[in-house]
T-cell receptor, first 116, second 109 residues
């Protein structure tokens, strides 16, 4: 099946710093990727849609200036958490639709962010 | 009303029995539905998708969709301890996957 990777798998940073998370589709091209956030014992909440060659679209309530998204190529999207605070500590997961098989999404393995 | 609703559980089922997971959705126009399994600390993995009313079977898994009742279910036959996980019901909205909160399933050895 289609493979989506994320890097890093986990990161610890200090409050006030910025962290970049990469999402790559390894064996297919993705003009669109999605970023989710999951707090403990809660469901995945869609944060934004990353669009290759254009601006990302954000879900209601997500601060676009805090969560910067760049879809640099057909296989890479990055999420930068700027001026991170402890409340940003979460599990961040990206996904990409694999057009060859309906509209199923393939998920990356996730990035665990801890802000101290 | 949430777009996708699930009972959070936990649902405890003896090994070898049938586990039944249920989900309702609010948008009658939704067309595509998915069941994902998520182990603790891992990202979701797709188990099944269903687009048409009725049943769809894949190995030990059967997805059921009833669009009139806005209801989706997942049956797991011959439950195994490795099936213990959180099961997320999801639907496709404008190519975005919208998830329910998930049901924690615990298979009792």
């Amino acid at each position: 099946g289609a493979v989506v990777s994320q890097h890093p798998s986990w990161v610890i940073c200090k409050s006030g710093t910025s962290v970049k998370i990469e999402c790559r589709s390894l064996d297919f091209q993705a003009t669109t990727m999605f970023w989710y956030r999951q707090f403990p014992k809660q469901s995945l909440m869609l944060m934004a849609t990353s669009n290759e060659g254009s601006k990302a679209t954000y879900e209601q309530g997500v601060e676009k200036d805090k969560f910067l998204i760049n879809h640099a190529s057909l296989t890479l999207s990055t999420l930068t958490v700027t001026s991170a605070h402890p409340e940003d500590s979460s599990f961040y997961i990206c996904s990409a639709p694999f057009r060859g098989v309906g509209v199923e999404q393939y998920f990356g393995p996730g990035t665990r962010l801890t802000v101290t | 009303q949430k777009e996708v609703e699930q009972n959070s559980g936990p649902l405890s089922v003896p090994e070898g029995a049938i586990a039944s997971l249920n989900c309702t959705y609010s948008d009658r126009g939704s067309q595509s539905f998915f069941w994902y399994r998520q182990y603790s600390g891992k990202s979701p993995e797709l188990i099944m998708f269903i687009y048409s009313n009725g049943d769809k079977e894949d190995g030990r898994f059967t997805a059921q969709l009833n669009k009139a009742s806005q209801y989706v279910s997942l049956l797991i036959r011959d439950s195994q301890p490795s099936d213990s996980a959180t099961y997320l019901c999801a639907l496709n909205r404008d190519d975005k996957i919208i998830f329910g909160k998930g049901t924690r399933l615990h298979i009792l050895p």
